[in-house]
């Protein structure tokens, strides 16, 4: 049961552009919100995480936005570098519990 | 401070055989959770332990079982192999609820 889902494998953007991830999910109970970046050969890196008491959050060059309604969560990178190149997981979780619930990553490939 | 280790980084095993993952986190971090990523699907939630105690489980059958020592260490164990098994585990360590959770590089599991 995919409760979390990214239904974009891969993305490709120009240097300098705007990344746009999405992120769908499905329990309407999550109320925590998390991306989270990975490269090869490494695990994957916390980026930024959003409460469900807001609607966005900003940390420099990346922007959550959480649209309740509609179960939908999206992560802007402005402006995008070769460097974000990696694959993207957007996870959700209940309330204090650890029990995260991850999506299948968007491959991101960000060229010079 | 140290980031979260694992070993081994890489294990072929044969079917029906059993493994042992181990898992060191982060200086002062209470709480492990492990997860099971395989192509296409993310990261599943396999369990999470605090203090020793498994306070969360995934819908994982009965072969995949874990503990917590009382330095924090973590093991997971998987018996009787299958070669869906083959994937990639995270370990992920945090202090508690709602923090983001620092990701070892993982074990690479192979079953032949």
């Known amino acids: 049961d995919q409760q979390v889902k990214q239904n974009s494998p891969s993305l490709s953007v120009q240097e300098g552009r705007i990344s746009i991830l999405n992120c769908d999910y499905t329990?309407?109970?999550?109320?925590?919100f998390l991306w989270y970046k990975k490269y090869p050969a490494e695990g994957p890196t916390f980026l930024i995480s959003i409460s469900s008491i807001k609607d966005k959050n900003e940390d420099g060059r990346f922007t959550v936005f959480l649209n309740k309604s509609a179960k939908h969560l999206s992560l802007h990178i402005v402006p995008s570098q070769p460097g974000d190149s990696a694959v993207y997981f957007c996870?959700?979780?209940?309330?204090?519990?650890?029990?995260?619930?991850f999506g299948a990553g968007t491959r991101l490939t960000v060229k010079p | 401070k140290a980031g979260v280790t694992q070993t081994p980084r890489y294990l072929i095993k044969t079917r029906g055989q059993q493994v042992t993952l181990s898992c060191s986190p982060i200086s002062g971090h209470r709480s492990v959770s492990w997860y099971q990523q395989t192509p296409g699907q993310g990261l599943q939630f396999l369990f999470e332990y605090f203090s020793e105690t498994q306070r969360n489980k995934g819908n994982f059958p009965g072969r995949f079982s874990g503990r917590q020592f009382s330095n924090s260490r973590s093991e997971m164990n998987v018996s009787t192999l299958e070669l869906g098994d083959s994937a990639l585990y995270l370990c992920a360590s945090h202090w508690g609820a709602r923090n983001e959770q620092f990701f070892g590089p993982g074990t690479r599991l192979t079953v032949l």
């Open positions: 996870a959700a979780s209940v309330g204090n519990n650890n029990d995260m619930r």
């Open positions: 329990n309407s109970m999550f109320d925590y």
